[in-house]
C-alpha cells in the first residue's frame, strides 16, 4: 500500500482538464495561447478573485480594492505567468567563425519568478556562461530565455536546470553553467524562522565542461562573484 504521506510521486488523482476543456500542465511549462484567450482568461479570473475577496471579508466599496480583481488577474496572466502562455523568445544564433573557446558569461540578469509552493515572488539573479562550440549566441538573449521560464510558477532548482536545457538543446556548448542567487519572499513574507530578510537561495547548473574541470568551475565562479 502506498504511504500517501511520503508520496512525492505525481499523482493522477486531480484532473487533467478545466470546465472548458482546456489540458492543464505544470506550473513551469510552457502552452501559447492567442490575446484573445489570454483576455478570456483574464476576465474568468477576475471574476473568481472577487469572490476570494468576498471571502476574505474585504469590501470593495473601499476604494483602494474596487479594481482589485482586475488587476490581479492581468497581472498574473501577462506579467507573473507570461512565461506560460507565450511562444519562445526570437532568437538569432550565429557561427562561432573564430573558434572562440573561452568562457562567455553574462552576469547580473535579473530574475523575477513565482514560487510554485505560495505563489510569493522569487526575486534574484542569474549567471550564465558557456563554451561555445560551432555557436554563438547574442547576450542579450540570455536574458530573454531566463526571463522566458521565470516568468512561470517555479521552484529555483527547476528554473535552472530548465534554461540549462534550453541552451545545451540550442547551442551545444563544450560548457553551460547557470547560477542562480535569488531571495524567496514566501520565506521572507511569512517570517520563517532562520530566513532573515537577507538569506540568498543559491542553485547552480553544471554541464560539460564545467561538470567535468575543478579549475574552469572555479574560473566561472570567480568570475560571476
Ligand atoms: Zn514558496
Redo the contacts with the bound molecule.
Keep these: 500500500m502506498i504511504n500517501k504521506e511520503n508520496d512525492i510521486e505525481a499523482r493522477d488523482e486531480y484532473p487533467g482538464f478545466n470546465q472548458d476543456n482546456n489540458e492543464l500542465f505544470d506550473a513551469n511549462g510552457n502552452f501559447p495561447i492567442t490575446e484573445k484567450q489570454r483576455n478570456e482568461m483574464i476576465v474568468k479570473l477576475e471574476g473568481k478573485v472577487a469572490e476570494m475577496m468576498n471571502i476574505l471579508r474585504i469590501s470593495r466599496n473601499d476604494p483602494n480594492s474596487t479594481h482589485t480583481p482586475g488587476r490581479i488577474a492581468r497581472m498574473y496572466v501577462n506579467e507573473l505567468l507570461s512565461g506560460r502562455f507565450t511562444p519562445a523568445p526570437e532568437l538569432t544564433v550565429f557561427p562561432n567563425r573564430k573558434n572562440v573557446d573561452e568562457l562567455i558569461i553574462s552576469k547580473g540578469i535579473e530574475i523575477m519568478s513565482l514560487?510554485?509552493?505560495?505563489?510569493?515572488p522569487?526575486s534574484g539573479e542569474c549567471a550564465i556562461g558557456y563554451i561555445p562550440d560551432r555557436k554563438l549566441i547574442g547576450l542579450s538573449k540570455l536574458s530573454r530565455i531566463a526571463e522566458w521560464f521565470a516568468r512561470r510558477g517555479q521552484?529555483q532548482e527547476e528554473l535552472g536546470e530548465q534554461i540549462a536545457d534550453y541552451l545545451e538543446d540550442l547551442l551545444k556548448p563544450k560548457a553551460l553553467g547557470v547560477v542562480i542567487k535569488a531571495r524567496?519572499?514566501?520565506?521572507i513574507a511569512r517570517g520563517v524562522r532562520g530566513s532573515e530578510a537577507n538569506s540568498l537561495m543559491v542553485t547552480s547548473v553544471m554541464r560539460g565542461l564545467l561538470l567535468d574541470e575543478f579549475n574552469l568551475r572555479n574560473e566561472f565562479l570567480k568570475l560571476i562573484e
Excluded: D, P
Design positions: 514560487c510554485s509552493h505560495h505563489w510569493q522569487i521552484i524567496h519572499y514566501c520565506m
